[in-house]
Nanobody, 123 residues
Framework: QVQLVESGGGLVQAGGSLRLSCAAS????????MGWFRQAPGKEREFVAG????????QHADSVKGRFTISRNNAKNTVYLQMNSLKPEDTAVYYC????????????????WGQGTQVTVSS
């Protein structure tokens, strides 16, 4: 069992930055691939970024590539999403998720989810 708690969301002006954190409970955090997803009102949940269990490989959605960076610290049981050059269209609830397997862009392949943190980007 893995419990995930996101933090770091908030209100920021366009062009600004935020860093989201996702703290995981459990001693097997390093066994899980991790992902960040987001969901805006009226839209489906979409993949933002993913990272393998070791942190050796990452992937980012085209819409955030070059602006967002996923990373992890297995010693701290934490995964991060550094978000720079934020745009109003990045406004959404951001979720972290854990997959006992390889990193994936598909939500249903993740086993555990956090409660989400709101990110609002004003123009």
């Amino acid at each position: 069992q893995v419990q995930l708690v996101e933090s770091g969301g908030g209100l920021v002006q366009a062009g600004g930055s935020l860093r989201l954190s996702c703290a995981a409970s459990g001693r097997t955090f390093s066994s899980y691939a991790m992902g960040w997803f987001r969901q805006a009102p009226g839209k489906e949940r979409e993949f933002v970024a993913g990272i393998t269990w070791s942190g050796g490989s990452t992937q980012h959605a085209d819409s955030v590539k070059g602006r967002f960076t996923i990373s992890r610290n297995n010693a701290k049981n934490t995964v991060y999403l550094q978000m720079n050059s934020l745009k109003p269209e990045d406004t959404a609830v951001y979720y972290c998720a854990a997959a006992l397997g390889r990193s994936s862009r598909v939500p249903y392949e993740y086993d555990y989810w956090g409660q989400g943190t709101q990110v609002t980007v004003s123009s």
